[in-house]
C-alpha cells in the first residue's frame, strides 16, 4: 500500500471512531494536537499510560466487587479515577460508562455495579484495540516517509 | 536542540522570563496533559503530585521554618485539582491563602465535576478561577491574565474571564 492509500486508511478509520460509534471525542483530537516535533510520540505516551493505569483500576475493582461486604468508597474512588483519566483522553464510551457506574455506586448497589465493570471493561476493551489500531497505522505511514495527516 | 518557543516574541510577556506555574495533580496522565498545555503556552512547569508536595516545594511545608524563603524563585501561577485523596485542592488553596509569603499567587481550581457550591466555596476563598477538566489549549491560554506579574506592582488586571 502506498503512503497515500495508508493516509486515507487513517483518516477514514480516525473518523470512524469520532462519529460513527462515539468511541473518542475531541478531547482525544487536542491530545494529537499536543504533539510537536520536540514530543512527536506525545500522544502515544499518554494513551499508553492510560492502557497501564487502567488495567491496574479493572483489576482493583474486580478485587473489591467481589468482596463479601463491597467498600463502595474505594469503587468509587477507583471509578473517579477511570473516569477521569478516560476523559483526560478522549476515550468517551469509557467515561460515560464510569458515570454510571459512579451513580450505582452511591447507590451501594453491588449488583449494578458488578454489571458496570463487566460493562466498562468490554469498552475499555474495545477503545484499547482501536487505538492500537490507530497508532499502529501512523507508524506503518511514518515507516512509509509518509506524515500524519492531522485530524480537524 | 529544541527551539525555546517562548524567548521569541514577547509582545505580552513583561515577565522578563517564562512565567512559571505550579501544577499540583493526583492523575498522572492529567499532569502530563497540563504540562503540556503550559508548556505550549509559553510557561515554565513544575508539577507536584499532591497538596503536601506542592507546599514543600513552596517553602511552606510542615518541617520548613515560616521564614525559610524556598529555592522555588518566583511561581506566577498555582494550577491545582479539587479532587485530590488526602489534602483536597480546595484545603491547598486555604494553606496558600493563609501564608504570608504565598497568598499573593494566583490559584486555579481544577475539577471534572461541575459543582456549584464546590466552585463558590473556592472562590470565597480566594481562587482565581474554576476550570472544568479536561482542561484545552483556550483554557490554558486564558490562564495568561491571572499570572501574577513580579516586575511590575500587582495592579488589578484587565481579565475578562471566561
Known amino acids: 500500500m502506498d503512503v497515500g492509500q495508508l493516509q486515507r486508511q487513517l483518516v477514514d478509520y480516525t473518523a470512524s471512531l469520532f462519529n460513527e460509534k462515539g468511541f473518542l471525542d475531541d478531547q482525544f483530537t487536542q491530545l494529537q494536537q499536543l504533539q510537536d516535533e520536540n514530543n512527536p510520540d506525545f500522544a502515544v505516551e499518554v494513551v499508553s499510560l492510560f492502557f497501564e493505569d487502567s488495567d491496574k483500576l479493572l483489576n482493583d475493582l474486580a478485587r473489591v466487587l467481589e468482596q463479601g461486604s463491597v ?30 457506574f459512579r451513580n450505582y455506586c452511591e447507590e451501594q448497589n453491588a449488583e449494578e455495579c458488578l454489571r458496570c465493570l463487566q460493562q466498562v471493561k468490554h469498552e475499555y476493551t474495545l477503545v484499547k484495540n482501536k487505538l492500537e489500531t490507530l497508532f499502529r497505522l501512523e507508524q506503518q505511514i511514518l515507516a512509509a516517509g509518509g506524515s500524519i495527516p492531522m485530524m480537524e | 536542540m529544541a527551539v525555546s518557543y517562548s524567548s521569541s516574541s514577547s509582545k505580552e510577556m513583561d515577565y522578563g522570563e517564562e512565567p512559571h506555574v505550579l501544577a499540583v495533580d493526583d492523575s498522572l496522565i492529567d499532569r502530563k496533559l497540563i504540562e503540556k498545555l503550559l508548556k505550549n503556552s509559553a510557561c515554565k512547569v513544575t508539577t507536584a503530585e499532591n497538596g503536601p508536595r506542592a507546599l514543600e516545594y513552596l517553602g511552606l511545608g510542615d518541617e520548613q521554618p ?69 482542561l484545552q489549549q483556550s483554557d490554558v491560554k486564558k490562564l495568561r491574565c491571572h499570572m501574577l506579574k513580579f516586575s511590575k506592582p500587582c495592579n488589578s488586571r484587565l481579565c475578562l474571564g471566561r
Request: glycine share 6%; hydrophobic share 35%; with cysteine.
Open chain 1, 71 to 100: 467498600d463502595f468508597r474505594r469503587v468509587d474512588v477507583h471509578v473517579h479515577q477511570l473516569k477521569g483519566s478516560s476523559s483526560s483522553i478522549g476515550a468517551q464510551r469509557v467515561k460515560n460508562v464510569c458515570i454510571a
Open chain 2, 66 to 134: 515560616d521564614n525559610l524563603k524556598s529555592s522555588a524563585s518566583k511561581i506566577n501561577l498555582i494550577i491545582t485539582d479539587y479532587c485530590m485523596p488526602g489534602m483536597t485542592g480546595y484545603e491547598l488553596l486555604k494553606k496558600i491563602k493563609e501564608s504570608s509569603t504565598m497568598k499573593e499567587i494566583p490559584v486555579v481550581i481544577m475539577s471534572s465535576e461541575n459543582i456549584p457550591t464546590r466552585i463558590n466555596k473556592c472562590l470565597e476563598e480566594g481562587a482565581q478561577e474554576f476550570m472544568l477538566k479536561p
